[in-house]
């Protein structure tokens, strides 16, 4: 930490105990909401769980995804994404149960690398079925022989889930960067 | 600036002639190379421009991608970004010439939400792009009445021109948390 003040005679103790040596590994991470072990960050869990689980539903029970590969790809990237935030959904309500603060370096690490990959995956799965819709929907015009509203809905879903892991991730971001 | 001389007697005068009243908005970036104005910084905005014009090229010239919504997207994505790309490698560029230094907070702000929104954009026209690419090719194998291959190459190039992005992206957001 970089103090202003100068001690031409000897420093008085500081207030907390802590030791000088190493200032910055001991500075404790802000409590953010929507950081992990907040409520704001269990209830964007629960978000991107819910969009997800919707998405999936509406993408895998049309009969005709397995025919394209983007729509298969997207059910696989959002069943992932479903998984990854139920379980940190779960960690999240087991430390707000417990009072344990997750706010820890390793932790916030996984959490944003998981986060970024997680994101991205979706991501990606939502532009690739949202082009491929707009190519039936709008320059064939082939929604009459086509689950077109199905293939929206579960893409739109898709998008919203991004949207919600994205906050998570920036989060974690700036936390790992900032502390 | 950090100055770690301890004055216990009248300081000097600073030599920039600055006041020591907000010390930390004084704190000096930590020159990274990739960072903006460094030659690592320059050659990823090189190659971005590079890569976004080979991509730009590939798909204006063929001659039926105005019909498909994702690939006239792609166009105006990657023009967008090679466009972005090249004004910041004059502005490095000159930045070197004259040995000024770029790593002021409200530049490096406005690099990082930009190269954010840029890099987000080319991603989902290329992920789009890389949907329908598949579609034709493996799902439905009209690439003999299709440019398969020139889709895939532009495709290609704007995935590359994307992660050419994401470290320019993620040098300004860690500066700009860490600072």
Redesign the interface.
């Known amino acids: 930490m ?1 103090r ?1 003040a ?3 005679v000897e420093p008085p103790p500081l207030i907390d105990g802590r030791n000088d040596e190493a200032p910055p590994r001991r500075v404790r991470m802000k409590d953010v909401q929507g950081m992990p072990g907040t409520p704001a960050g269990l209830a964007l869990r629960l978000c991107q769980f819910i969009f997800t689980v919707i998405s999936l539903t509406v993408m895998a029970t049309t009969s005709d995804f397995p ?4 729509f298969r790809y997207l059910v696989a990237a959002v069943g992932l994404q479903s998984l990854w935030s139920l379980s940190l959904a779960m960690i999240d309500a087991y430390a707000l149960c417990v009072k344990r603060s997750l706010r820890n370096p390793a932790l916030i690490t996984i959490y944003a690398i998981g986060d970024g990959i997680i994101s ?1 995956l979706t ?3 939502a ?6 819709t ?2 039936i929907s ?2 064939l015009n082939r929604c009459d022989i086509n689950h077109c509203k199905r293939f929206m809905s579960a893409t739109a879903m898709a998008f919203i889930s991004w949207f919600a892991v994205s906050p998570s991730f920036f989060f974690n ?2 936390s ?3 502390r």
Chains 1, 2 share one sequence.
């Open positions: 970089s202003p100068v001690h031409p025919s394209v590969t983007a991205t991501f990606a799965a532009c690739a079925c949202a082009g491929i707009v190519l709008n320059d971001f700036w790992l960067a900032s």
